[in-house]
């Protein structure tokens, strides 16, 4: 059981690997989950675009692919984030790209919770839940 950092396409985010691993196992353990295998894939817009299509025939680009394989209380999946729309958030919400990357990170982790966002009211609460798990990372 494992989180991992992956690339493709683009250069490794500057992320501090072992803390950011332990925030998405406090995280979970807030909704009271166990962290098995996760996986991030960090790549560009068009790879981003591939598997969107390739997996979802959505033929758009989005910040994050969650493909969500959770058995019971046990979270696992495999997470894409494009860097490229990871820093056209940020430029377009005036936040800092790190802030947008953890945003976008823990985004993942949340709908492996059980967290939806395309319902009505539901981005509210993913919000609220993502503005949460962001205030336990600046604690440490």
Not at 17 to 42: C, P
Not at 101 to 129: F, Q, S, V
Request: charged share 30%; glycine share 4%; aromatic share 10%.
């Amino acid at each position: 059981m494992a989180i991992t950092y992956h690339t493709e396409d683009v250069k490794m985010p500057q992320i501090k690997k072992r803390e950011t691993s332990e925030w998405i196992k406090a995280v979970a353990a807030t909704y009271n989950k166990l962290v098995g295998d996760v996986a991030y894939i960090f790549c560009s817009d068009e790879k981003i675009l591939e598997v969107n299509k390739q997996y979802l025939q959505h033929d758009y680009y989005t910040d994050i692919i969650t493909f969500d394989y959770t058995v019971g209380d046990r979270i696992s999946g495999d997470l894409f984030i494009s860097l490229d729309t990871v820093k056209t958030n940020a430029e377009q919400f005036a936040d800092s790209y790190e802030e947008e990357l953890n945003r976008t990170i823990i985004h993942g982790i949340l709908h492996l919770c059980g967290i939806n966002d395309k319902g009505p009211g539901e981005r509210e609460i993913m919000e609220k839940a993502e503005d949460s798990a962001l205030a336990l990372l600046n604690q440490k």
